[in-house]
T-cell receptor, first 109, second 115 residues
Framework: GQNIDQPTEMTATEGAIVQINCTYQTSGFNGLFWYQQHAGEAPTFLSYNVLDGLEEKGRFSSFLSRSKGYSYLLLKELQMKDSASYLCAVRDRSFKTIFGAGTRLFVKA | GAGVSQSPRYKVAKRGQDVALRCDPISGHVSLFWYQQALGQGPEFLTYFQNEAQLDKSGLPSDRFFAERPEGSVSTLKIQRTQQEDSAVYLC?????????????FGPGTRLTVT
């Protein structure tokens, strides 16, 4: 079966750095996405990785290791508005996207 | 420009009723996806279309669920004889393509409550 694992909840302090990990086992691999979802809202795209390595985009970076089935999302200079769920999603060999259950991040002052 | 829109935003149905949920994707987006999201969970894949062709419907939970996109634009997800376990938020997303780094743009969702 297809499986994506990420921590259920994390708490971090405003201004700090937090790393959200994701491991996956899917039927093939055609890219990994991270989405942000605020409570009661739709997910919005953050990053995409298809090759191994780090992709940086402002305060957000995402890393991928295909051989390990592993990714992480790094958020720097945390702000209160970063409190949200972060969804790891993998596009499999049939091009459908499988989402993890999400990591709820709480940013405290 | 306009994003993905869904209607209705909220739907309450009595058990056994049929419901139809509509999705208007971003103009020009070839790919359209339907997901079911339970509270505290990630979106769960239901089905996806490339233009009017339904390429994968492996996520539809039962034959009570049916989706169509007859002209390759607007899509409708129909649920027949609704059950309480169908209560969830139904998300629609569209994308320029399913390949490469084309991300999905999500609509606001339809919250379905079956009583």
């Amino acid at each position: 079966g297809q499986n994506i694992d990420q921590p259920t909840e994390m708490t971090a302090t405003e201004g700090a750095i937090v790393q959200i990990n994701c491991t996956y086992q899917t039927s093939g691999f055609n890219g990994l996405f991270w989405y942000q979802q605020h409570a009661g809202e739709a997910p919005t795209f953050l990053s995409y990785n298809v090759l191994d390595g780090l992709e940086e985009k402002g305060r957000f970076s995402s890393f991928l290791s295909r051989s390990k089935g592993y990714s992480y999302l790094l958020l720097k200079e945390l702000q209160m508005k970063d409190s949200a769920s972060y969804l790891c999603a993998v596009r499999d060999r049939s091009f459908k996207t499988i989402f993890g259950a999400g990591t709820r991040l709480f940013v405290k002052a | 420009g306009a994003g993905v829109s869904q209607s209705p935003r909220y739907k309450v149905a009595k058990r056994g009723q049929d419901v139809a949920l509509r999705c208007d994707p971003i103009s020009g987006h070839v790919s359209l996806f339907w997901y079911q999201q339970a509270l505290g969970q990630g979106p769960e894949f239901l089905t996806y279309f490339q233009n009017e062709a339904q390429l994968d419907k492996s996520g539809l939970p039962s034959d009570r669920f049916f989706a169509e996109r007859p002209e390759g634009s607007v899509s409708t997800l129909k649920i027949q004889r609704t059950q309480q376990e169908d209560s969830a938020v139904y998300l629609c997303a569209s994308s320029l393509a399913v390949t490469d780094n084309y991300e999905q743009y999500f609509g606001p969702g339809t919250r379905l409550t079956v009583t």
